[in-house]
């Protein structure tokens, strides 16, 4: 790895821990969450990726299941390693019919530019105003999304929550949990 992203990996990982203990220390934070269950409908988004378009739940109903793995912060080094996980896991990611997207609270820009990054081909999606990871209940009182991965079934139900993400593995995670939940393949 070279210096310049070693050290731009550690300033975003501080400048992420400085922002949440600020937020949390002002007492700006989240401190009431929504709490989803398997067999919830999952709240509705419409939010911008990082490729330039808005995605929206509704678009996907009754056609794919859809994965939304939320991650607190760009740049950072855990998040670094989980959103490329996803994405090196894109051919057996892409045998299921589902659409699969990472998603922060970061802005688009930011997003834009760590999906580039990484050479990543999936969206990562942006909610700087907070509403949808609100919705979700994965705003902590930091100010920062919950590393968590939503399951949604092509009917729009939460099939699974994954509250205990293995950044390095993930993709492959992502990939045994589309299979448990019975998620079709492309071809079927």
Do not use: Q
Not at 30 to 58: C, Y
């Amino acid at each position: 790895m070279r210096l310049s992203k070693l050290l731009r990996l550690i300033a975003a990982t501080l400048s992420a821990l400085v922002t949440g203990l600020v937020t949390l220390v002002t007492g700006r934070g989240e401190w009431h969450p929504v709490r989803l269950r398997p067999g919830d409908a999952a709240p509705d988004f419409s939010l911008p990726g990082s490729d330039g378009a808005v995605h929206n739940l509704h678009d996907f109903r009754g056609r794919d299941a859809v994965v939304i793995a939320w991650f607190p912060k760009a740049f950072t080094a855990v998040c670094t390693r989980e959103c490329a996980s996803l994405g090196s896991s894109r051919g057996v990611l892409r045998g299921f019919k589902v659409r699969y997207f990472a998603a922060s609270v970061d802005s688009i820009e930011t997003n834009r530019r760590f999906a580039e990054s990484l050479g990543v081909d999936y969206p990562i999606l942006s909610d700087p105003g907070k509403s949808v990871a609100r919705a979700y209940g994965v705003l902590r009182a930091t100010g920062l999304a919950h590393r968590w991965t939503f399951y949604i079934g092509k009917d729009g139900r939460i099939l699974d929550i994954d509250r205990n993400v293995r950044a390095s593995s993930h993709g492959a995670d992502v990939a045994g949990a589309l299979n448990t939940h019975g998620v079709p393949p492309t071809r079927s």
